[in-house]
Nanobody, 125 residues
Framework: QMQLVESGGGLVQTGGSLRLSCAAS????????MGWFRQAPGKDREFVAA????????YYGDSVKGRFTISRDNAKNTVYLQMNSLKPEDTAVYYC??????????????????WGQGTQVTVSS
């Protein structure tokens, strides 16, 4: 079993920055691939970013590429999502997810086995 807990969400103005954290426990963290998804009200859950521990390879959704950065700290069993140049359309609940699948990249929510509770990010205009 893997447990994920997100933190760092909040309210920020357009153009601002926010860093989300996802703390993992229950399994050896380095054996998992990790991802961030987001879901706005009435919208499908959208892939944001993914990372794997073997070399720190990353992958980003088109809507956030160049603005968001995913990273990890193996010693702390924590992944991060640094969000810069935030826009109102970034407003959503952001979810951390983990998977034991070996394929790369993993972009669909049904490819992930473990999910955090989500953290709200609101970007004001």
């Amino acid at each position: 079993q893997m447990q994920l807990v997100e933190s760092g969400g909040g309210l920020v103005q357009t153009g601002g920055s926010l860093r989300l954290s996802c703390a993992a426990s229950g399994r050896t963290f380095s054996t998992y691939r990790m991802g961030w998804f987001r879901q706005a009200p009435g919208k499908d859950r959208e892939f944001v970013a993914a990372i794997r521990w073997s070399g720190g390879s990353t992958y980003y959704g088109d809507s956030v590429k160049g603005r968001f950065t995913i990273s990890r700290d193996n010693a702390k069993n924590t992944v991060y999502l640094q969000m810069n140049s935030l826009k109102p359309e970034d407003t959503a609940v952001y979810y951390c997810a983990g998977t034991t699948r070996s394929s790369w990249p993993l972009l669909r929510q049904n490819e992930y086995d473990y999910w955090g509770q989500g953290t709200q990010v609101t970007v004001s205009s």
